[in-house]
């Protein structure tokens, strides 16, 4: 099942196309069989795979009540296997798309995508006010989450600024609970699973994928990431406290940071490369672990930025008390701080994956 | 004239005696002179050059005007150099207390401290606004110095907040400069000079310190700072963004930092092992550059946190916007955020010190 790289539980999709879908610059893959080439009834193999874990996710899910309240633990799972599931399934068809018939690839991924991405929104309203919360705790043991008589200023804004963003994301939450609930619902997801159901048995290679071998289009999923990471600034990324990821952090519209893009566009690549490895090397892929942890540190770049906009988005919030939007900007710049420690920790993993691995 | 360790120009004297003076425990450096042993003229050299270089820096003081304004060139640097000779006959007579008349050195000790304490005051809110102000243009180059109207609300609030800081620390600050020109033109102040100028001729010695060696003296104020640098949390400090300079960050009373305390202490007992060597070598005295970083890593240290207690402090002010105070909140993590890196640098040059010196 090619199940060992557990994705980072709190991992929504980016709806937005990580690859140039026009880049025709990429290797077709159409080389004749040769000795270690990998055939593609390997891809078939896995999109049938990935396809069956969705249907059985999806059938865990309506079992569990499909969240009818707000999210039980059987829900939360099936859901997160759902959105699993859909992402590889999207990343193949991507990595691999010289190999499958072109229309219904073309027609299958966005709609993979738009249901991930709206799966994954309840989760990472949810993670990240635990995020921002235990934040708020470390810098003010007292404030958790009391509104505080009677107190020194400072502790009352930050138990207000903690009432404030538990208020603005639970509802975002309960907002993308209820689309999600929608979308499940919906002719559009159905018109999904139909064909996922239809990929668990029957792929659509295009003839020539008979004599292709995948590795090349592996490959080229993982030059596409080295050229990314080569272009982001891991000499600064380095660097101990560079102060970079604060640059600008007072200036308009901080959300979302246009420093960012890169890191989270490597972040996709990264996945795209790991799901490429699992179609190539089947169910014995060996977990990588330096690959592991970069992955991680960017789900950690990614979680911090994202946590960082919500709080300048609730500093904006008219009529707020001075101490709350005090305890706000401590808290976003806190959050940069994050941002610019997981850049620290991914560049310190991907330096040792380049002189251990490879 | 042993004046190759140039200060940091920006550096207060902290009034609070850094040692225990009822410490009972350290050499008495009453042993025969041996051969390599520093006799105490050494000391007496010492004191009698920077008495001098006091005098001629109140000679200065006095010609350019002492500071009728708000500080000329002249006066400013006539001020630096009265605290920085100051400071060191005050940190010798603390060093070698055993070797001098104890009544007088008692008495002349604490005045000092008062004098350069009072003198360094000026400076330091000058140079803490600067800080600020060049922090806040690095978080939002818009906002510089003016105040904006039509824009954004998060410029408007760095704006509004760096006219807030330059408004209470320049009040600041001209306070600071009349107290200080008030000092210098009182009989308290008279009575110093008029000490410092005995000593410029005359250090009274107590009869034992014929036969003193200066080594052990100087080698326990070494110690007294290894000692408190063994204390410091120097792996955590030494582990990249290990976001413990912003702990409690809104818990009440954040100015000063419990935290910060055993920073400051290194410091100042840096200091007096830099003055001790300055007696010790005289001005033959090679420039430890490692001393030197590690200095201005606790120079920086402190200047951080005093910036980041003004910006909380400012927040503080009745009936600021919300997105001053938010401002203001982004602008405290920030210089927190600049401690920990001082920490940072600080155990980068003390490890490079302990593995290549000695």
């Known amino acids: 099942m090619a199940q060992r790289h557990p994705d980072h539980p709190t991992d929504p999709v980016d709806p937005t196309d990580p690859v140039d879908p026009m880049d025709s610059t990429s290797p077709t893959g159409f080389a004749s069989p040769t000795a270690g080439a990998v055939p593609a009834e390997a891809l078939a193999r896995y999109l049938r795979a990935q396809a069956t874990e969705f249907l059985r996710a999806l059938r865990l899910h309506r079992e569990s009540g499909g969240g009818a309240g707000n999210g039980t633990r059987e829900s939360d799972d099936a859901a997160y296997a759902l959105r699993r599931s859909a992402r590889r399934i999207s990343g193949s068809l991507h990595t691999f798309r010289p190999l499958l018939e072109e229309t219904w690839s073309e027609e299958l991924r966005p709609e993979l995508a738009w249901l991930s991405g709206t799966l ?86 295009v003839p020539a994928a008979v004599t292709a071998d995948l590795t090349p289009l592996a490959t080229a999923a993982e030059e596409r990431l080295k050229d990314a990471v080569a272009a982001l600034p891991l000499v600064t990324a380095g660097s101990p406290y560079n102060a970079e990821a604060l640059v600008h952090g007072l200036s308009p519209d901080p959300s979302p940071h246009p420093q960012d893009a890169p890191w989270h566009q490597v972040r996709l690549l990264l996945r795209l490369h790991r799901y490429a490895r699992e179609v190539v090397h089947g169910s014995d892929v060996p977990v990588d672990v330096r690959l592991l942890a970069a992955g991680q540190a960017l789900d950690r770049h990614r979680d911090a930025s994202e946590a960082a906009a919500a709080a300048a988005a609730a500093a904006r919030t008219p009529r707020i008390a001075p101490a709350t939007a005090y305890a706000l900007g401590v808290l976003h710049a806190d959050q940069r701080h994050e941002v610019e420690a997981a850049r620290f920790a991914f560049q310190q993993s991907w330096q040792k994956q380049a002189v251990g691995a490879n």
């Open 120 to 205: 994954a929104r309840e989760h990472a309203y949810q993670a990240r006010l635990e995020r921002l919360l235990l934040a708020l705790h470390r810098l003010s043991p007292q404030a958790a989450g009391s509104r505080g008589t009677d107190r020194d200023n400072l502790t009352v804004g930050a138990a207000k600024a903690g009432a404030l963003l538990d208020r603005q994301l639970s509802l975002a939450r309960t907002r993308a609970h209820s689309t999600a609930l929608q979308a499940l619902g919906s002719s559009r997801f159905h018109a999904v699973a139909d064909k996922v159901a239809v990929l668990a048995s029957d792929v659509p290679l």
